[in-house]
């Protein structure tokens, strides 16, 4: 690279240099302190949240004991796995027909697709809230059915904002695929079927993965439209958590943070390294 | 004949210009067609149930009538609830909320812009590691990351205690405004970083050496070559932060205090503490329109890659 020589001249010199990079350290500082203060005081031995008043693994204790919060555990990786599946399905299908052909409505289809991820998750949230609040009766028609019990409002409400996520990381994977592959497949007689199992999905695999792998970590994150259609006896860890929050703060919480953080930053790093592995795979393969 | 038509080809199926094509052609092309839009169909349907149908009702109940018991009912349309958004109480919280928004972005700025030119001016692998150090914070669950501030911002914790022995103040911000914002700007802050890191890393630096050459000093550098090039990630990033920080309900509902509150907790109270669902409607939509009208300068903007 060409700009690997001139980089050189881009690091400002003398005392603005050493300003850049003590505020540098200084911003990852704010990044993580917030996250080692929790993980440190989740072993407080304390009533208060605030100050130290020796180690304690009590709170670790008082989380395996509380039935409550496995419960919601229980609801969030559920949700979480029925949303995801689903919307994966529908995003990497939505995202091949936007990619790979043309056809009418296309555009709009294109525009509605990108408005769950822009639009306000209470904005959201009171949409899924006025809609099941309108309709749960003519839902819960449909024999096996019963939205009453929250459980599927919550799959449905999550999976309504995840396919968007889904079908726009599997598209710039397609984009960024040639569909010559896929000609030479079907000039091979292959069906479009036979083409898609053996050429494309593995090609696009990465994009899938790395699609619903934003699809759980949205799904478990989701607060305010959970908390909007969860139901009793159906409520997600993170509005149970946040439930907490409000009615007055235990160190409870704190050891439940720390489980669920630990949660969200090893699904970090799997899919870091995961997509550095496929990616020096690929670079090998160029190799050869 | 090739089996998947180009692009421009393919689109001239909706133009009147298809009666030129051959008829064998046309058929194939309107074959996929097909195919392209059974395979978008159960997304379509999908979406159509559980998003425009909702977004629709939403709409509706924005223009309904509120019974005296607090019911929402869907007829004798009317302009009622549009015409409390003039009320001081949604003005007020309204202007706080854009000023919270501008505020959290501003700072994003200033936070974000010197890290993202650092991190590009690194070697590789370093670049690599610290881009790292930013996704995992912005992977991680966002309420808990914002519950860690309240254990800091306690009467008597870290970050209070810090400012008293500095003699700054009494450092108690927890459940004000000044607190909102912190929690905004950790929040958001790798919306912005990660953006503007783009921006800069495309720069071509040979142009810096040359304004170097050309007797540009540091500064005038920056100021000539690199602000100018990187604009683009500035826009990116604001809107990102921007957009969610003007519709913010958790960060608000955990370190804000209960007499100033935002858009996000307004409109909920409205549906769960006031039963007022057309008002609600209402004011959900106008943050709508904002947010659209916010990312349709964003993609004008170019900023299509994030």
């Known amino acids: 690279m060409s700009k690997g020589v001139a980089r050189s001249t881009a690091e400002p010199q003398g005392l603005s240099r050493w300003w850049l990079r003590g505020h540098s350290l200084l911003v990852f500082v704010f990044f993580y302190a917030p996250i080692v203060v929790l993980f440190v005081f989740s072993f407080n031995d304390s009533n208060a949240v605030g100050n130290w008043k020796g180690f304690t693994l009590g709170w670790y204790e008082a989380f395996l004991d509380n039935q409550n919060v496995h419960e919601s555990i229980w609801i969030s990786v559920k949700v979480c796995l029925f949303s995801t599946v689903i919307a994966v399905v529908l995003g990497t299908a939505s995202a091949l027909a936007l990619e790979r052909f043309r056809w009418w409505g296309q555009k709009a289809f294109d525009a509605v697709l990108y408005l769950p991820i822009i639009i306000p998750d209470v904005t959201m949230a009171v949409m899924m ?21 929250g459980l599927e409002k919550l799959v449905l409400s999550h999976v309504a904002f995840n396919i968007s996520f889904v079908s726009v990381v599997v598209r710039a994977r397609l984009a960024n695929l040639d569909a010559s592959m896929e000609e030479a497949a079907a000039d091979l007689y292959a069906n479009r079927w036979q083409a898609f199992r053996r050429v494309t999905l593995p090609q696009i695999m990465p994009g899938v993965l790395g699609g619903a792998l934003l699809a759980i970590t949205i799904s478990l994150d989701d607060v305010v439209v959970s908390s909007f259609v969860a139901a009793v006896g159906a409520t997600p860890i993170s509005v149970y958590v946040f439930g907490m929050l409000r ?12 489980v669920m953080l630990t949660a969200s930053i090893s699904l970090v790093l799997a899919s870091l390294v995961f997509s550095r592995a496929t990616g020096s795979e690929r670079e090998e393969r160029l190799k050869t | 004949m090739s089996v998947v038509a180009p692009p421009d080809e393919a689109q001239a199926v909706d133009g009147p210009s298809e009666v030129a094509t051959p008829g064998l052609e046309r058929q194939a092309e309107r074959a996929k067609a097909r195919q392209g839009f059974l395979l978008g169909l159960p997304a379509i349907l999908y979406l159509l149930v559980f998003f425009v149908i909702p977004l629709g009702v939403v709409v509706a109940y924005s223009f309904a009538t509120r019974t005296r018991s607090g019911r929402t009912e869907l007829r004798d349309w009317n302009l009622n609830a549009y015409a409390r958004l003039g009320d001081d109480i949604v003005l007020t919280v309204a202007w706080r909320s854009l000023w919270v928004a501008a505020l959290t972005t501003v700072i994003c700025i200033l936070l974000a812009y010197p890290l993202a030119y650092f991190i590009s001016t690194r070697s590789a692998v370093t670049r690599n590691l610290l881009l790292v150090g930013i996704m995992i914070p912005f992977w991680s669950n966002f309420l808990i990351r914002t519950y860690a501030w309240r254990v800091l911002l ?32 950790y929040g958001y ?30 500064w005038g550098a920056f100021r000539r070559v690199v602000w100018p090039l990187s604009k683009p990630g500035v826009v990116a990033g604001s809107i990102l932060v921007f957009v969610p920080s003007f519709g913010a309900y958790v960060t608000p509902a955990i ?43 964003y993609f004008r903007a170019g900023g299509k890659n994030l």
């Not at chain 1, 009615?247 to 720390?258: A, D, E």
């Open chain 1, 129 to 149: 809230l006025v809609f099941f609040g309108e309709t749960a009766h003519w839902f819960n028609v449909i024999p096996g059915v019963d939205l009453t019990s």
């Open chain 1, 247 to 258: 009615k007055g703060v235990s160190p409870l919480v704190n050891s439940v943070s720390v």
């Open chain 2, 255 to 297: 370190l804000g205090g209960n007499k100033e509150g935002l858009l996000g907790s307004y409109i909920v109270l409205q549906f769960l503490s006031a039963r007022n669902g057309p008002v609600g409607s209402a004011v959900s939509v106008v943050v709508l329109v904002v947010m659209l009208l916010g990312t349709l300068l």
């Open chain 2, 189 to 218: 802050l790798p919306f912005m970083v990660l953006p503007l890191y783009a921006a800069i890393e495309r720069i071509d630096w040979s142009l810096v050496e040359g304004a170097r050459d050309l007797y540009a000093n540091g």
């Open chain 2, 154 to 185: 306690d009467s008597d914790g870290l970050v209070t205690q810090m400012v008293q022995a500095t003699g700054l103040g009494d450092g108690r911000i927890l459940f004000t405004t000044n607190a909102v914002i912190l929690g905004l700007v």
